[in-house]
T-cell receptor, first 113, second 108 residues
């Protein structure tokens, strides 16, 4: 089955540590996105990438970094510069040739201890 | 930048009743999308509206796009326990802006 795989599902981190969240898709979608979800705040865009080797900052990019070396993969690094990293992180993709709607992964829940 | 607002933030509904959630944008939208996130899950696409004044139905769910393409609504009739979750609207092109969502709970 085609879909988006995020790992790990749960992650605990100490303050001051960087952590990388994995996102892999086998849908052959062009664009990939990272969203952060906090209670009562909906989904906020961190970064997005429309093509390989290119990505754009979203609304809350500070303290995060990404790469897009392959079409299938869009990992997100939460750096120690991110002041409040505890959140639910969602990866998504869009097929521009199709309906132009988001398909989401199951999410990764990061807790900073 | 573009902002999408949703009201109400919480909706407590008696099973069998109807309710409506509203979505308003500060700018004209090319399209509006609706997603549903079940508790503990991830958002799942429900529907996309593109045309001014467009109305689409999915069983007990009715979606509407305003004439000015700046607002939308989701109306659910005869609410069931399966309707529990958070409903998000989202607008925009490459950078979809999401509303904060309406979290629906159902009293049996």
């Amino acid at each position: 089955d085609g879909g988006i795989t995020q790992s790990p599902k749960y992650l605990f981190r100490k303050e001051g540590q960087n952590v990388t969240l994995s996102c892999e898709q086998n849908l052959n979608h062009d664009a990939m996105y990272w969203y952060r979800q906090d209670p009562g705040q909906g989904l906020r865009l961190i970064y997005y990438s429309q093509i390989v080797n290119d990505f754009q900052k979203g609304d809350i990019a500070e303290g995060y970094s990404v790469s897009r070396e392959k079409k299938e993969s869009f990992p997100l690094t939460v750096t120690s510069a991110q002041k409040n990293p505890t959140a639910f992180y969602l990866c998504a993709s869009i097929d521009y040739a199709g309906a132009n709607v988001l398909t989401f992964g199951a999410g990764s829940r990061l807790t900073v201890l | 930048g573009q902002q999408v607002m949703q009201i109400p933030q919480y909706q407590h509904v008696q099973e069998g009743e109807d309710f409506t959630t509203y979505c308003n944008s500060s700018t004209t939208l090319s399209n509006i999308q609706w997603y549903k996130q079940r508790p503990g899950g991830h958002p799942v696409f429900l529907i996309q509206l593109v045309k001014s004044g467009e109305v689409k139905k999915q069983k007990r769910l009715t979606f509407q796009f305003g004439e000015a393409k700046k607002n939308s609504s989701l109306h659910i009739t005869a609410t069931q326990t399966t309707d529990v979750g958070t409903y998000f609207c989202a607008g925009g092109d490459y950078k979809l802006s999401f509303g904060a969502g309406t979290t629906v709970t159902v009293r049996a």
